[in-house]
């Protein structure tokens, strides 16, 4: 059975502040006292893991342990099945340093554009690390096709060129809560908290 978590002070182990405040947004109904990794000024890890699970661990025990707090990581990113996963856990850097996602779905675009095979998935790991080292993990998917050109200006990332089964729409049409509904973060979250938490009343 997983260990649960208590209540009381938890740390977002994220430097990222839509990140922070999408998962506070999540765990509300669950009494934590959130506070992120960049409030209390912890140092980035460096994230060298080669599975969104094994970065999501690195990041949520550097933050449990140097906060002395239970600490929760996500990592992500999207998994095209014609480049062998790829961009995957490098989807961040596949924007540069500029972080501009136009040039990374464009990049996706240019390496997919004479493959027959669209299909793709966003990826989400979550990890849950107390202070003893103690850890949680799960994780979510979900599936779809890649389009272009990017149609949408919600959401943030690949989301322009995401197409999940089922839908017609991109990631970046849909309304936020539609998005959520769905969503690999989503489905790890709902893995999570069923393991994880209790709400409060
Ligand atoms: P991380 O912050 O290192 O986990 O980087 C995750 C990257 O994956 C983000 O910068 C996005 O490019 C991509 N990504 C993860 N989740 C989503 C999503 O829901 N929509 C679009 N892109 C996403």
């Known amino acids: 059975m997983a260990r649960h978590f208590n209540g009381g002070k938890l740390v977002i182990a994220s430097h990222n502040p839509g990140k922070v405040r999408e998962i506070g947004d999540l765990l509300a109904p669950f009494g934590a006292d959130v506070i992120s990794a960049a409030e209390l000024n912890l140092p980035e ?31 992500s990113g999207l998994a095209v099945h014609a480049l062998c996963g790829e961009p995957g856990i490098y989807s961040a850097r596949w924007a540069g340093p500029s972080k501009d996602f136009s040039i990374a779905m464009r990049k996706v675009e240019q390496a997919i554009e004479n493959k027959e095979d669209r299909s793709a998935h966003f990826a989400c790991a979550l990890t849950l690390c107390w202070p ?9 998917r979900v599936d779809g096709t890649m389009v272009w050109p990017p149609r949408g200006d919600k959401g943030f990332g690949y989301d322009p060129t995401f197409v999940a089964s089922g839908m017609d729409i991109t990631f970046a049409e849909m309304q936020p809560t539609a998005k959520h509904a769905i969503s690999h973060r989503a489905q790890a979250f709902r893995k999570l908290v069923e393991a994880c938490f209790e709400a409060v009343s």
């Open 45 to 75: 890890p460096v994230e060298d893991g080669l599975t969104f699970i094994a970065n999501a661990q690195i990041k949520a025990k550097a933050a449990a342990l140097a906060s002395g707090f239970p600490a929760l990581a996500d990592d």
């Open 132 to 140: 003893d080292g103690h850890m949680e993990s799960f994780e979510g």
